[in-house]
């Protein structure tokens, strides 16, 4: 009976062939179909209908990207934490200091964004 171990390696090089490829053909085709004339209203920033005031170059402090960011990390805490939670008591005490340590790492980063008053919305 022949050994089928390099179908699992060609399922994996199809996914990353599909991966880089697929965007590729979409970026070329929305190239091909889309118009290439742009005019004066269409290039004007869209205001819900209404006439648009000053530039739409618009400065935004930096603290909201940060309060954004650690909006993404906590959401990700998050993820990793229910798979843990789920299967707690199968995973031992090991898992158990790995969680702590990370939960650990996390709190400091929210200590030190609360000290930075990077969750104040100003």
Excluded: C, Q
Excluded at 46 to 53: C, K, M, R, V
Excluded at 68 to 79: G, K, P, Q, R, S
Excluded at 92 to 109: D, H, Q, R
Aim: proline share 4%; aromatic share 22%; net charge positive.
């Amino acid at each position: 009976m022949p050994s089928l171990y390099w179908y699992n390696y060609l399922v994996v090089v199809l996914f990353i062939a599909l991966g880089i490829g697929l965007p590729i053909v979409a970026f070329a085709l929305s190239r091909l179909l889309r118009p290439k004339h742009a005019y004066a209203e269409k290039t004007t920033t869209y205001e819900s209908g209404a006439e648009p005031i000053g530039t739409s170059w618009v400065r935004f402090k930096v603290k909201y990207y940060l309060y954004a960011l650690l909006f993404l990390v906590f959401d990700v805490e998050t993820l990793f934490l229910y798979p843990w939670a789920v299967a707690f008591d199968r995973v031992g005490t090991f898992a158990l200091l790995e969680m702590v340590i990370f939960l650990a790492i996390l709190a400091f980063g929210l200590f030190y964004a609360w000290r930075k008053d990077v969750l104040e919305w100003k």
